[in-house]
């Protein structure tokens, strides 16, 4: 019999076995560049990557891996990742579970043929929020309170871990009402959440705040380069001097019988002939000048901005369908739990004012406050005081309104950017006390302005979720 003690051990060594064994091999490196490591080793070309192994790249670093079914996880400069599970089941995809960690820094996913076949059972974790995918290309930037994500194909749904029943230990999408989709077809936006936010929210992808801007890629990662550059078009040949002016003797000797002297200096015999100037012939008639019309360009209207509720609420009927605008491929502006704003496909495209200021006036604004508390009805809030005006020369927003419910009044602000396309957005901090997410527009040979807002009261446990259409009262100064 082992003395408890040897015992111990060997039980411990026995765990330590199990735990080793079940580790599968989740992908290998097929590139590594600067400071990189696998664990507690350096990242080397061809090695494997187990389930579990933490993979840390240097200031200089990147590693790619790819994954055992055909995937690829790129881990880029200055960041910290986890493969946590990657259990592919071919004959089965419905047991297939594959989880993925970025601590910090930024990581780009690519779907490999498992993850396209069980996406019900595949999660992108960072520290706030859960990352779903619907057969994806995404790259996700991450600190211990924002993450922000923009989309290369297909599409991504992400949800916060704050609140609601998404926790970092699930496995699969987190689904709900504080669940925000982000697809490739929306050109120009991110998805960011931070902490404390009730939902992420569409941002414009700009400044420093983008994942390419954080970390860009390198020049060999695939899908970021546009491949061998096109070759430039030829420059059309210069003309054959020499023929040129084998043509012009011939014209002289065939009207003079001879060349002129200017004309060969290797001929010193025979009369100089001058050649005359050649004019126009005066037996022929002149032709009227004729003035081209004036071709009026046509008039393209402007991309028609569509908003409203995409669900019925307190018995009110939905004026948004959500799916057909998506399957017309119309740009989701901005999408809350009971609004949705889109601006269409087609048209001429709004050009934000370089100078000046234009203050508006609430022409309509409805909202609706949530509790968690599902024994508590949703409640109809009134909008008043409605401010919002432009500074174009320094691209920023403010907005502010007066919440009105039946006992209570609660002043809202917010200030945030506005985009060259007409898109502006604010966050629920401070001094902003709610999201924003809206656009201009230039109706009727004038200025107009949509958003939706947002926003948690936490010592109460609701949220409010509205929306509201503006018209310009001050022209551009």
């Not at 080397?44 to 240097?58: C, H, I, R, Y």
């Not at 891996?65 to 790129?74: E, S, Y």
């Not at 594959?98 to 990581?107: P, Q, V």
């Not at 994806?136 to 930037?141: L, P």
Request: glycine share 10%.
């Amino acid at each position: 019999m082992l003395h408890p003690k040897f015992a111990a051990a060997s039980l411990a060594l026995t765990v330590f076995a199990a735990a080793a064994a079940h580790a599968a091999e989740a992908g290998r490196i097929i590139l590594v560049a600067g400071s990189a490591q696998v664990g507690e080793r350096a990242a080397t070309l061809n090695a494997p990557v187990q389930e579990g192994d933490m993979l840390v790249t240097g200031k200089d670093g990147y590693i790619y891996v790819k994954t055992i079914d055909n995937g690829l996880f790129i881990v880029r400069n200055s960041s910290r990742a986890r493969i946590t599970s990657y259990h592919v089941d071919q004959k089965n995809p419905a047991n297939t579970r594959i989880k993925l960690e970025l601590l910090s820094g930024t990581a780009r996913s690519q779907s490999g043929e498992a993850v396209k076949l069980a996406r019900q059972n595949f999660r992108f974790n960072t520290p706030v929020a859960a990352i779903g995918v619907r057969g994806t290309d995404f790259t996700v930037f991450t600190d211990q309170d924002t993450s922000r994500v923009t989309v290369l194909s297909g599409g991504i749904t992400i949800s916060g871990f704050d609140g609601g029943g998404c926790r970092p230990e699930g496995i699969g999408p987190c689904e709900g009402g504080a669940a925000r989709e982000l697809s490739a077809a929306q050109k120009g936006v991110l998805m960011q959440f931070r902490r404390g936010q009730s939902a992420p929210q569409l941002l414009p992808e700009s400044g420093n705040s983008a994942p390419d801007t954080v970390a860009p890629p390198r020049p060999d990662e695939p899908g970021r380069q546009g491949g061998a550059a096109a070759t430039a078009p030829a420059l059309p040949a210069q003309p054959d001097l020499d023929a040129h002016k084998d043509n012009v003797l011939k014209q002289v000797v065939a009207t003079t019988g001879k060349p002129s002297k200017e004309t060969s200096e290797n001929d010193n015999q025979g009369p100089i002939v001058t050649v005359p100037p050649v004019g126009p012939n005066p037996a022929e008639p002149e032709l009227p000048v004729v003035t081209p019309p004036v071709v009026t360009p046509p008039v393209v209207p402007e991309r028609q901005i569509v908003w409203g509720r995409w669900q019925a609420v307190l018995n009110k009927p939905i004026e948004v369908d959500f799916v057909a605008e998506r399957n017309k491929d119309a740009e989701l502006i901005a999408v809350n739990q009971d609004f949705a704003l889109f601006r269409g496909a087609a048209g001429r495209e709004y050009t934000v004012p370089e100078r000046g200021e234009i203050g508006f006036a609430l022409n309509k604004g409805e909202a609706y406050m949530h509790s968690d508390n599902p024994a508590i009805p949703v409640q109809a809030m009134a909008l008043e005081n409605g401010k919002l005006n432009f500074n174009f020369d320094q691209r920023t927003f403010a907005t502010s309104f007066d919440l009105v419910g039946a006992n209570e009044r609660l002043p809202m602000q917010a200030v945030g950017q506005v985009a060259p396309d007409g898109r502006f957005v604010a966050d629920n901090y401070r001094p902003s006390n709610m999201s924003v997410n809206g656009v201009l527009s230039g109706e009727q040979n004038g200025t107009a302005a949509r958003y939706l807002f947002e926003s948690r009261f936490t010592e109460t446990r609701r949220n409010v979720y509205g929306a509201t259409y503006w018209s310009s009262i001050t022209g551009q100064k």
